[in-house]
C-alpha cells in the first residue's frame, strides 16, 4: 500500500560521482553529447535546485549525459581528461571554478563546448539558459565530427 498522494516522499534527483572524467566523456561522445559536468558544493541550496530541477530530471529521462564533481573534494579520486587522477577540488581550481553552481560542456578532450553557466541567476530563466547551451554544445559536437 502507497502513501497518499500529498505525504508521498518526492523524488530525490542525483548526479553521478565519475571515478572518470575521460571515461564518462567518451560514454557522452558515443551518444553524440557533451559531458555536462556540474561543479557544486555541499549544502549548496541553489546546486540542489539545479539538480532537481533541472540536470536531474533530465538525466533520468535520458536527455543528458551529466556528472557532479564537489568543488571542495580533496579526497574523492577521479581521472580528468588526460588519464591523470585528481580531484574535484584540484578541477574546479584547473578550471578556476569560483562559484557553485557552475555548470560545464565539455566534449571527450574535456575542451569546453558552450559558455559555462555559472551560480544560479534567475530560477525562471535557468531552464531556457540551460538548453541554449545544450544545444550550442551538440551543434559544436556536430561540427567536429564532419
Known amino acids: 500500500m502507497s502513501a497518499p498522494a500529498d505525504t508521498a516522499v518526492p523524488h530525490r534527483h542525483t548526479l553521478p560521482v565519475p571515478s572518470s572524467l575521460s571515461a564518462a566523456a567518451q560514454a557522452a561522445r558515443a551518444r553524440g553529447e557533451p559531458l555536462v559536468v556540474m561543479v557544486t558544493l555541499a549544502g549548496c ?10 540536470l536531474g530530471p533530465m538525466l533520468q529521462r535520458g536527455e543528458v549525459v551529466a556528472v557532479q564533481v564537489d568543488m571542495l573534494d580533496r579526497r574523492t579520486p577521479v581521472v580528468d581528461f588526460q588519464g591523470r587522477s585528481t580531484t574535484g577540488y584540484e578541477l574546479a581550481r584547473a578550471w578556476r571554478v569560483r562559484v557553485a553552481p557552475t ?27 540551460l538548453e541554449e547551451r545544450l544545444r550550442t554544445a551538440r551543434a559544436a559536437l556536430a561540427r567536429a565530427a564532419r
Not at 541550496?45 to 533541472?54: I, L, M, P
Not at 555548470?103 to 574535456?110: A, I, S
Open 103 to 129: 555548470v560545464l560542456f565539455v566534449d571527450e578532450r574535456g575542451r569546453e563546448l558552450a559558455e559555462r553557466l555559472e551560480g544560479m541567476g534567475l530560477a525562471d530563466f535557468y531552464g531556457p539558459y
Open 45 to 54: 541550496a541553489f546546486c540542489d535546485v539545479v539538480r532537481q530541477h533541472h
